[in-house]
């Protein structure tokens, strides 16, 4: 499992925003990956 954060600082520049985009293209590409938000991966963690 690889965790990635993106700040948003750092996502919210216009002059990254090919260079995000490459990566989830790529990413989603690739298959058996879980793009989600902090909440969900949260959610998953605590289910009892």
């Known amino acids: ?3 990635i954060t993106l ?3 750092l996502s919210g520049h216009p002059a990254h ?3 995000i985009q490459r990566f989830l293209d790529e990413a989603i590409a ?3 990956v879980w793009i989600t ?3 969900a991966v949260h959610a ?3 289910r009892d």
């Open 1 to 3: 499992m690889m965790t």
């Open 7 to 9: 700040s948003v600082p």
């Open 17 to 19: 925003l090919e260079t």
């Open 30 to 32: 690739a298959g058996d």
């Open 37 to 39: 938000n902090g909440s």
């Open 44 to 46: 998953l963690v605590s």
